[in-house]
T-cell receptor, first 113, second 114 residues
Framework: GNSVTQMEGPVTLSEEAFLTINCTYT??????LFWYVQYPGEGLQLLLK?????DKGSNKGFEATYRKETTSFHLEKGSVQVSDSAVYFC????????????FGRGTSLIVHP | DSGVTQTPKHLITATGQRVTLRCSPR?????VYWYQQSLDQGLQFLIQ???????AKGNILERFSAQQFPDLHSELNLSSLELGDSALYFC?????????????FGEGSWLTVV
């Protein structure tokens, strides 16, 4: 079946540090890949997405590249801010089948001033 | 604002009771999804409706049921509640099924069972 594996958190960084949150997936066919962010007390918001191999999704300084050869979609940001503190979820929607999004367990990011 | 509206935002109820959570999808979205988020289980898919019909089932207990009405709003009914049902319940919507479509989440309904 389809699955998403994220690095366990929390990830704790100082402001302006470089961020990487690892995400790997298992799926049949060619899934679409997503990163969602959940700020405290809020719902999940779409952060970025990529729908085919080698696509790069980007938004608000965050980037992730769809790597089919390594089945990965790692999230990166060059300089994090305190306001980036949140939980980040990697997700996939497989091609064919039910199209139900499969989520990773989430990675908590804490950014200190 | 995702455009997905959920009510109530917070709910406290006793074990054995029944509650109904309501969701209004984004305008034009035909698909509605329900998810449960708890600390130990993460984000679990419960059920999906598409244009009024049940499309897919996930880890939904028999004590839970859902439906989607002609105006496309959806309700999740939770009965014979147990302490372990305390969680954040999300509704999400999308235009339709095809891979690549983004789903948009509401802000969730916090359910506390005491």
């Amino acid at each position: 079946g389809n699955s998403v594996t994220q690095m366990e958190g929390p990830v704790t960084l100082s402001e302006e540090a470089f961020l990487t949150i690892n995400c790997t997936y298992t799926a049949t066919g060619y899934p679409s890949l997503f990163w969602y962010v959940q700020y405290p007390g809020e719902g999940l918001q779409l952060l970025l997405k990529a729908t085919k191999a080698d696509d790069k999704g980007s938004n608000k300084g965050f980037e992730a590249t769809y790597r089919k050869e390594t089945t990965s979609f790692h999230l990166e940001k060059g300089s994090v801010q305190v306001s980036d503190s949140a939980v980040y979820f990697c997700a996939l929607v497989a091609s064919g089948g039910s199209y139900i999004p499969t989520f990773g367990r989430g990675t908590s990011l804490i950014v200190h001033p | 604002d995702s455009g997905v509206t959920q009510t109530p935002k917070h709910l406290i109820t006793a074990t054995g009771q029944r509650v109904t959570l309501r969701c209004s999808p984004r305008s034009g979205d035909l698909s509605v999804y329900w998810y449960q988020q708890s600390l130990d289980q993460g984000l679990q898919f419960l059920i999906q409706y598409y244009n009024g019909e049940e499309r897919a089932k996930g880890n939904i207990l028999e004590r839970f049921s859902a439906q989607q009405f002609p105006d496309l709003h959806s309700e999740l009914n939770l009965s014979s509640l147990e302490l372990g049902d305390s969680a954040l319940y999300f509704c999400a919507s999308s235009v339709d099924n095809p891979s690549g479509n983004t789903i948009y989440f509401g802000e969730g309904s916090w359910l506390t069972v005491v």
